[in-house]
């Protein structure tokens, strides 16, 4: 296309602040796409073009990256008298920068599985090799309790869409480690506790039974005395 004609486009998906922008023509086909950070638009658009006939998707997954998006009708003049002239769409990535700020919120980790692979996670590199094993089972028992490495999660698996390209599961997990924490702290104030108690109650012994045995010795040594 003449460079009149991507600049226009361009200067919108900059202007936009969306992660994902793309144009449809009436008959919904779509005649340009961009992401950030993506170099590869020709495969953007056709998985885009998979999605956007269908009005309950709203995910599209490009290229190992998630995207939420919304499709708007672009109208010469109103909606009810204008013609309409194709579509809008536009949308942000779903990655560990997003899940960090809602997983925050919440107090816990979050990870989006399409099909069997992870695709966005707030878990670090290290820990999601482990996940990424029991992606099956999650989607299989839908609750559960994880453990990866050696901390342990409580988790639960949302289906969030069924669409075309993979099925898409939301799997939030709440980390034992506060609570086991706060279990070993428990458990170490009831110990102390319990040795306190042991060691007052020795010493009140030592102290009931000398005052038996001091009256007994003073008598003994009494008779001893005559």
Same mark, same amino acid.
């Given at each position: ?27 919904? @086909? ?17 998985? /885009? ?22 499709? @708007? ?72 309790? /994880? @453990?990866?490495?050696?901390? @342990? ?24 480690? *506060? ?5 070993? *702290? ?41």
């Amino acid at each position: 296309p003449p460079r009149s004609t991507l600049f226009p486009y361009t200067t919108l998906f900059r202007s936009s602040g969306n992660d994902l922008f793309a144009l449809a023509d009436a008959n919904s @086909r779509v005649v340009s796409a961009n992401a950030e950070d993506v170099d590869n638009t020709d495969r953007l658009k056709r998985d /885009l073009q998979v999605v956007i006939d269908d009005p309950n998707s709203h995910y599209l997954l490009s290229g190992g990256r998630l995207y939420e998006y919304s499709v @708007r009708p672009l109208y010469f003049g109103s909606p009810a008298t204008g013609t309409l002239l194709g579509y809008v769409v536009s949308g942000y990535a779903i990655d560990h920068r997003l899940l960090q700020e809602v997983g925050r919120g919440a107090g816990a980790d979050a990870a989006f599985i399409a099909g069997n692979d992870i695709v966005a996670s707030t878990l670090p590199m290290e820990k999601r090799k482990p996940l990424q094993e029991m992606v099956v089972s999650l989607q299989q028992n839908g609750d559960g309790i /994880l @453990r990866i490495g050696s901390e @342990r999660y409580l988790a639960s698996t949302k289906e969030v869409a069924n669409g075309a390209v993979a099925p898409l599961h939301l799997v939030v997990m709440k980390s034992f480690i *506060e609570a086991d924490r706060t279990e070993h *702290e428990i458990n170490r104030l009831v110990f102390l506790a319990s040795l306190l108690a042991i060691i007052v109650g020795s010493l009140l012994m030592l102290l009931l039974a000398r005052m038996v045995t001091r009256p007994l010795e003073l008598l003994a040594s009494g008779v001893q005395a005559f």
